[in-house]
């Protein structure tokens, strides 16, 4: 079983297009006018090219051994679409700003010493240089995203409200969905790679980059996890699964079937009890042959469910319709607010003017 593929049996919202937004280096300030530096401004405020050039190769390091370079249209085309995410999240950082919700040195220090418990201060050290980051770009990395999520928090997630009759009327709509033909797993994982990009939401600067690193950070959450820690906080901080971060980890149900293409991976959560987790798993990409590690899991089981229909007098049904709600909801909220904020600014792209004009020529 290639463990990605039976993940997608959840029902979920759109992905979040801007979520990236929340990753990129912090950018440089200034106030003067225009220099050949300044790829755009957002009220006033400089994105120079250095910034831009820095999220350009990080984004290449992510990418892992291409083939050949890219061309120089292709490479402008990666840079307007990061210099539009950067444009975004500086209009959330100004907006923050007015609102007072910027994070403090003291909430910054916090993540800081949790990402810094995840290794040594000499492999600390190293994955900063493997990184070309000084400990301050670090800190501000942190601190812009620490920001972006109190605001966040403020203007979208303390705004929804999911009621009882909002989780009858849903269950009352896809009652059909609730009967399962087989056995269901509730689970919740933490996945780490030394391929998959840093995920939304994770510790700026966990991401692992290669199979030693993935091994080190995976066994250290495990332990973390042993020690007593939070699985959905380690999971939202340091999983790399797409589908689950934002969820502190958790994938939903899981039909016994599709559990049982990779039986190293049943046997596991078919030994837990609800709450348990499992031990460091491998997770394998390829078929055949060309079948390798790509990465590393650690799985927890919520609960089991028999087959048949699952009543709304179900803590775990009403738990999920209320979460796929709220991230609905919440999907939905953050792209008009994206687009309320896009509206009030005023955003200058020199560096897309320059490529059309180049292109007029």
Do not use: W
């Not at 409200?161 to 709509?173: E, G, K, M």
């Amino acid at each position: 079983m290639q463990v990605e593929g039976f993940f997608f049996k959840r029902r979920k919202p759109l992905a979040l297009v801007l979520s990236s937004t929340f990753l990129l280096i912090g950018l440089t300030a200034c106030n003067h006018a225009a220099s050949p530096d300044v790829t755009a401004t957002v009220n006033g405020k400089d994105i120079s090219r250095s910034d831009l050039d820095k999220a350009y190769n990080n984004y290449k390091s992510t990418q892992g051994e291409a083939p050949q370079a890219p061309s120089s249209e292709q490479a402008n085309m990666v840079r307007l679409s990061l210099l539009q995410k950067m444009i975004d999240e500086e209009i959330l950082q100004q907006r923050a700003g007015k609102l007072n919700l910027s994070a403090s040195e003291e909430d910054v220090n916090a993540k800081l010493t949790e990402l810094k418990g995840l290794s040594t201060q000499e492999e600390f050290d190293k994955q900063l240089k493997q990184r070309n980051m000084t400990l301050d770009d670090l800190k501000q990395q942190i601190r812009r995203q620490l920001t972006s999520e109190k605001l966040m928090n403020k203007e979208i997630e303390s705004k929804i409200a999911i009621t009882d009759a909002d989780i009858n009327s849903y269950y009352t709509t896809h009652k059909s969905e609730f009967n399962v033909i087989e056995p269901q797993y509730r689970l919740a994982r933490i996945v780490v790679s030394a391929t998959a990009s840093q995920q939304p939401g994770n510790l700026p600067g966990t991401k692992a980059v290669s199979d030693v690193e993935a091994r080190k950070k995976i066994q250290t959450v495990r332990n973390r996890l042993s020690s007593g820690e939070d699985f959905g906080t380690l999971a939202t901080n340091f999983s790399e699964d797409q589908n689950a971060s934002s969820t502190a980890g958790d994938i939903g149900f899981v039909a016994e079937s599709n559990l049982q293409t990779d039986p190293a991976v049943f046997a596991a959560i078919n030994k837990l009890k609800p709450g348990q987790v499992t031990d460091v798993l491998p997770v394998y990409g390829g078929a055949g042959p060309a079948q390798r590690v790509i990465g590393y899991a650690i799985y927890k089981l919520i609960s089991r469910e028999p087959a048949g229909q699952r009543e709304l007098s179900n803590p775990s049904v009403q738990q999920s319709i209320r979460q796929n709600l709220r991230e609905s909801h919440a999907q939905m909220l953050r792209l008009a607010y994206y687009e309320v904020l896009r509206d009030d600014a005023k955003i200058r792209n020199y560096f897309a003017e320059q490529i059309l004009k180049q292109g007029a020529k």
